[in-house]
Each structure stands twice: as C-alpha cells, then as structure tokens.
C-alpha cells in the first residue's frame, strides 16, 4: 500500500518516526509530506532517513515538483493519512483550503483519507474543532482516535495522538479497507483471475508461461478502490496479495475454472487477466520421467476456455477479457470479443520489450462500438483506467440506478 502520510505541527509530530517504522514494517511505501509547522516538531533528516524517500513540504519546490507533481502524489497514494492532525489543519481541510502541499494534494487525492487528531483536551472540545469533525466525518474522511491520557501540556483529557502501533494496525487491516471503500462499484462484486497456470508434466516439470500477474493483480487493487469487494483468483505468482481483497489460490487451468465457476454466481463483473495455458498435457506422469530416450513427444490437449464459459452463462455478469498477442494486436483482439461473446476486452502487445513481467503497459479497451488507448504508463495507473472504463460501461449496459462521475475525460465511441 503507497501511503501518503503527512504530518502537521503538533506536539505528537515527535511520535512520527516511529509511525512509519511500524507502517513500513506491515509493507506499505511511505511517502511523506510535512507542513512548515511540522518542521518545528521533528526534522525532515530523521524522517527521511526512516522513510527511505525524500521529505516534501513545500508547494512552489520546482525540483520536487519536476520529480512527482502534487497531483502524481495524490495519484499515487493508496491512503492519506495525517498524523498528528492539528486542529488548524482539520480546519483547512473542512474549510476545502489549500495554501500548502498537504491540502492541496488532499483536495486532489481520489485515495481515502484518514487523519489522527492531536491537542490539548480544550482545544478538541472546542466546539470549533468538534464542528470541523463532524464535516470530516460526513465527507468520508476517518478519524483515528484521539486516545485519552496525560498530555504533553500537563493535563489530562481527550486529545492525546494514538499510539503509532494502533495508528498503523488500524489502516493496514481488512476492515479500514472496507470501512473506506465507499466508490462508485461499492456494493458491486467484481472477479478477478490473474497470473499463469501451470500445467504438470510430472511431478517436477510443468508447462507454463510469463505472466507475473502484476496487470492482474494492479487490476484488483484498482477495482478494491473503486470500492468493490473483489475476490482474486490467482495462479502462481511472486507478488504481495492485494490490499482489501480475497485471494484463492490455484494452479492449473483447471483449478482456476473450478475456482471461477465456484464464484462467478456472486460476481457483477468478471475480468479474466490470467494468462491460462490453452494446453495441457494430455497425461501427467506420476513419477519424474527419466532421461532414457533420446527424444519424447508430449502429447496436449486444449485446457478449459474460462472466459468464454462465463461470457456464455445465462446470468453472466458483466465480462471482460484480455487478449495479449505478438502480432495483429487489435485484429486477434476483436476476433476474441466476438467469437466470445464478451463485453469488453482489453488488447495489449506482448514482446521483448514490453507485456509480460515489465512494470509498464500500453493497452486499448475495446467493445462494439467504442474504444479507449492507453499509451504506455505504470501498470497501477493503467489499471485504475481501465477499471474506470469497465465501471462506465457496467453502470451504462447493465446498471440502471446511477450515473457515476468519473476521473476518466473521454470515451471515443
Ligand atoms: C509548542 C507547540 C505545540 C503545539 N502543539 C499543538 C498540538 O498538539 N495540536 C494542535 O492542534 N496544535 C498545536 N500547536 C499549534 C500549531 O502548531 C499551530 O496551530 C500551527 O499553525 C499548525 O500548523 P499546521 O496545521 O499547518 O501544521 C502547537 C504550537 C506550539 C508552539
């Protein structure tokens, strides 16, 4: 998880290394953003060297800037938090003010926000405070604490920051994930394969291919932030599980087929981006096969085709494949969209220089009657649009209740 966490001048800022130790150390990247008053509290030295990445603070940086603009930053990030959170700077965020770094990427942020207020015990009962709050609290935003105790100022009341370990333990667990996921799928299952299969020839060789399932896996976290509950159906691969979605595991192509038809009654849209193994072997051995001859001939069968027999269902949910080829990209891809009867599907080149295992993507989303390209970028950012272009057309094909305002500028139909 890419946490933003910023960091405004209270006395709890001291308790801010320790804050993103322990979140470093349940996985997230933490980038952080400090206001000037911050800086009086704790130095931005002390927080790099714990972070790992250079401290910003500073709206009008033209380095920084040219580095990870404010908006890539608010782009970026899974989650804001804010840590301690002043009183002055729940006001600017109430107020929808943006005269520093922090609230301007918070304005500009699609990812939740959560903020851990810190004061003196009259300060936060200050019905001031309390009034900025409740509007913080009605838009969405999740207030962490405040803890009772002593306080820096020698009183004792409500106001005290968290402790840096329940901070971190509340936003890295599955039900902060489902307490934030209020975006346009919520409510909205969405299925997800991912990865290769493997197809054994004996019980120490396999049949496989070069997926690394970081399209499919980028493409799970971006339907999780939309706030579908997303179940993930993942062949072997290296990658950390998703935040916020279920993951089964399997490792044949008949495994995923079981797995998906096991849960595609639940699904309202169903996204195939593993790459299974079209064959099989037709025999696996049980026992290693020796080196004795030599030449062997392997004979393979055609696995089961997923993705057609959910688009093929009488109640099939809203479906979208992905067709990653060598040559006739686009060609094969309609073929595909046709031949399966799907709702969508997302074409991309695959080669010595992009596609599988690399970290960037290029990709059209194609369907009867419209397309959207995306040229090469990070997959995460790929992923978030092309989920934003699914959600479009299930909410236009299928939902009839909302019209979702998206980040998305433009579909070419
Ligand atoms: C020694 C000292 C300690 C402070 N501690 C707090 C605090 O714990 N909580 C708070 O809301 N403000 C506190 N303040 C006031 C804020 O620093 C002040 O409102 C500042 O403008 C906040 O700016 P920022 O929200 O941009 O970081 C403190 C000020 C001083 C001088």
Known sequence: MNIVLGISGGIAAYKTPELVRRLRERGADVQIVMTASAEEFVTPTSLQAVSGRPIRSNLWDKEAE???????????????????????????LAGGGAPDLLTTLCLATEAPIAIAPAMNRVMWANPAVQANRETLEERGIQILGPDVGSQACGETGAGRMLEPDVIADAVCSPEFAGAVADGILAGRTVLVTAGPTREPIDPVRYITNRSSGKMGYAIASAAHALGARVILISGPVSLPEPRGTDVVYVETAEEMQAATQDRVADADIFIAAAAVSDYRPAETSAQKIKKTRDTITLELVRSPDILASVAALQNAPF???????TENVRKYALGKLENKNLDMIVANRVGSDCGFDYDDNAAEVLWKGGEKVFDKMPKSELAAGIVDVIAVRFFETRGDEMQPTLSIVSIKE
Not at 69 to 92: C, F, G, K, N, Y
Not at 319 to 325: D, H, K, M, S
């Open 66 to 92: 040219a580095s990870m603009s404010h908006i890539e930053l608010a782009r970026w990030a899974d989650l804001v938090l804010i840590a301690p959170a002043t009183a002055e700077l729940m006001a600017r």
């Open 319 to 325: 479906t979208v494949g992905f067709a990653a080829e």
